[in-house]
């Protein structure tokens, strides 16, 4: 059962008087919607962030996308501009080379047709021989010394060993085929005949088996 509280007078308070002596009306309203707003608001805040991010990553995914296209794009145009080196270093020793084809085709004619003498031909011959070796010079090829040489496995590939008086044991006594370097490298090994040692033979007149390695 409710009890109504009395005023100083001795009398019941009335509702009205209750809404005078409690707190304003208005201002729990207002706290009440501030309080009721504020989860919304923040809601909102959160999903424009999000937002931002949002785009913040699409714009750093572009630019991601955008710099593999450039580097692949940097990697095609290098090994286009290699290849177009090798090509034009290709074709300009090939057009020097031609000069000599010619002449070895005019000697060869000479010596088909009968024009001229033997010693003509050989000159026109060693001519030609000439060019090609001032060719390969000029490319940084240049022969090998090899008759009376130490055997050098990097420089030379023995095909035969012989006994030799005049030579020491493991010494070139001739050439096959004349090798060689291009710069510092070895571009083609001299093929060679290498000179054995005979104090075996000479001491218990048995042959000398001793073989001269490639490496």
């Not at 040692?197 to 001491?203: E, I, T, W």
């Amino acid at each position: 059962m409710n009890k109504h509280r009395k005023g100083n007078s001795g009398e019941p308070e009335t509702h009205a008087d209750q809404q005078a002596d409690g707190p304003d009306f208005v201002t729990l309203t207002d706290e009440m919607a501030e309080s009721g707003s504020a989860p919304e608001a923040r809601w909102q805040e959160l999903q424009t962030q999000l937002q931002e991010k949002e785009k913040e990553l699409t714009e750093l995914k572009d630019k991601y996308l955008r710099a593999l296209a450039d580097g692949e794009n940097a990697r095609k145009r290098i090994r286009q501009q290699s290849e177009e080196s090798v090509r034009i270093q290709k074709e300009g020793v090939l057009r020097d080379l031609l000069p000599i084809v010619d002449n070895l085709e005019r000697a060869i004619g000479a010596a088909r047709g009968g024009a001229g003498d033997t010693a003509t031909i050989v000159e026109g011959v060693q001519m030609v021989l000439r060019s090609l070796m001032d060719f390969l010079k000029s490319q940084g090829v240049v022969p090998i010394v090899s008759a009376g040489q130490p055997f050098d496995p990097a420089r030379h590939e023995a095909v035969d060993q012989v006994a030799s008086d005049t030579h020491p044991p493991n010494t070139v006594v001739n050439e096959f085929y004349r090798g060689y370097l291009i710069g510092d490298r070895v571009l083609r090994p001299a093929s060679v005949t290498v000179a054995k040692g005979l104090s075996n033979r000479r001491n218990n007149g048995e042959s000398d088996n001793s073989e001269v390695e490639n490496n």
